[in-house]
C-alpha cells in the first residue's frame, strides 16, 4: 500500500530536549516536504527537498533542521523546540514538484510544554 | 505573493442539502488547483484537482471547475452526506523552485442527520 508514514503520532516534550519526527514513504518520490498546521493559520511549508541531499528553507524553518540521505526518509529534527512549536506536523511527498497530487503522513501532534 | 483563500467555517448543513465552498486564488503563474480533504485524526487527502483553464475535477460526487477569469476554483457537491463531515482545503501549485503547494486555512463542515 502506497504510504507516507511519521512517527511518533503524539509527543510531548519539554523546552530545550532535542526531538525527531521521523518521516517515510514508499512511492520513490522525489519530492518531499514538511509542514505544520495552526488553527487560524491553515498548512504552511517548513522545509523541502527535491531529492537525496537536496533540501532548502521553506515558509517557516526557524527551528528546525531536516535532512535527506536516503530517498525515501525525511525526518524533522527540532534541536532545541520551544513552545510556539507547538503545532501538528504533516509530512508530504510526491512524484515532483510540479502540479502533481501529494501524499500526506498522518501526522504528529506535538506539544512543548 | 500568491494566495488562496476560501470561505471561512464552520459551515453546518443537513444531510442531502446543497454544499458549496468557495475559494479563490491568487497566483503569478498558472497554477494547479486542487481540493484536500482532512477527516477526523488523519492526515490530508486529495480529493479533485484540476491543471488548466476549465478543466472540472471531479470525485465522490464533489466537482470544482478552474475558472481563470474570476481565478475560482469553487467546490460543489449536490447532496451532502453525514460522512463528508471533515475540514476541506483548497490549494493551488505552479510548480517552481520550491514548489510548494499553498494551502487556504481550510473550512470545516459538519452534517447532521
Known amino acids: 500500500e502506497a504510504q507516507v508514514t511519521q512517527n511518533p503520532r503524539y509527543l510531548i516534550t519539554v523546552t530545550g530536549k532535542k526531538l525527531t519526527v521521523t518521516c517515510s514513504q514508499n512511492?520513490?518520490?522525489?519530492?518531499m516536504s514538511w509542514y505544520r498546521q495552526d488553527p487560524g493559520l491553515g498548512l504552511r511549508q517548513i522545509y523541502y527537498?527535491?531529492?537525496?541531499?537536496?533540501?532548502d528553507k521553506g515558509d517557516v524553518p526557524e527551528g528546525y533542521k531536516v535532512s535527506r540521505k536516503e530517498k525515501r526518509n525525511f525526518p524533522l529534527i527540532l534541536e532545541s523546540p520551544s513552545p510556539n512549536q507547538t503545532s501538528l506536523y504533516f509530512c508530504?511527498?510526491?512524484?515532483?514538484?510540479?502540479?502533481?497530487?501529494?501524499?500526506f503522513g498522518q501526522g504528529t501532534r506535538l506539544t512543548v510544554v | 505573493g500568491d494566495s488562496v483563500t476560501q470561505m471561512e467555517g464552520p459551515v453546518t448543513l443537513s444531510e442531502e442539502a446543497f454544499l458549496t465552498i468557495n475559494c479563490t486564488y491568487t497566483?503569478?503563474?498558472?497554477?494547479?488547483l486542487f481540493w484536500y480533504v482532512q477527516y477526523p485524526g488523519e492526515g490530508l487527502q486529495l480529493l479533485l484537482k484540476?491543471?488548466?483553464?476549465?478543466d472540472k475535477g471531479s470525485n465522490k460526487g464533489f466537482e470544482a471547475t478552474y475558472r481563470k477569469e474570476t481565478t475560482s476554483f469553487h467546490l460543489e457537491k449536490g447532496s451532502v452526506q453525514v460522512s463528508d463531515s471533515a475540514v476541506y482545503f483548497c490549494?493551488?501549485?505552479?510548480?517552481?523552485?520550491?514548489?510548494?503547494?499553498?494551502f487556504g486555512k481550510g473550512t470545516k463542515l459538519s452534517v447532521k442527520p
Open positions: 484540476a491543471t488548466k483553464a476549465d
Open positions: 490549494a493551488q501549485n505552479y510548480g517552481g523552485s520550491q514548489g510548494n503547494l499553498i
Open positions: 508530504a511527498s510526491s512524484l515532483s514538484n510540479m502540479n502533481t497530487e501529494a501524499f
Open positions: 497566483a503569478t503563474g498558472y497554477p494547479s
Open positions: 512511492m520513490n518520490h522525489e519530492y
Open positions: 527537498s527535491m531529492n537525496v541531499e537536496v533540501t
